[in-house]
């Protein structure tokens, strides 16, 4: 079992700010790389960004410049900063642990974030 628990979604206004969390165990925040992804109804789960265990990201074309991931290593726990949110960035956001493009974390019930005015 590889659980996760994502917090900090929320209602904001296009142009807002919010961050998203996901805690892991030491475990797994060790050996996987960690994502967050989204699903907005109607619309395929999407990858968003990535972070390795030594810091390397990556982002999907949309939220580039916009959506900054992190991690500390610390506290095992993933960030997602999302900036100048946008209303097609509506969805349930979800976290999860990855590796050879497959993840291997429980989905759990994800974070919503609803961008509207």
């Known amino acids: 079992q590889v659980q996760l628990v994502e917090s900090g979604g929320g209602l904001v206004q296009p142009g807002g700010s919010l961050r998203l969390s996901c805690a892991a165990s030491r475990l797994v925040f060790s050996l996987y790389i960690m994502g967050w992804y989204r699903q907005a109804p109607g619309k395929e789960r999407e990858l968003v960004a990535s972070?390795?265990?030594?810091?390397?990201?990556n982002y999907v074309d949309s939220v580039k410049g916009r959506f900054t991931i992190s991690r500390d290593n610390a506290k095992n726990t993933v960030y997602l900063q999302m900036n100048s949110l946008k209303p097609e960035d509506t969805a349930a956001y979800y976290c999860?642990?990855?590796?050879?493009?497959?993840?291997?974390?429980?989905w759990g019930q994800g974070t919503q974030v609803t961008v509207s005015s």
């Open positions: 999860n642990a990855r590796l050879n493009r497959r993840e291997y974390g429980d």
């Open positions: 972070i390795t265990t030594l810091g390397n990201t």
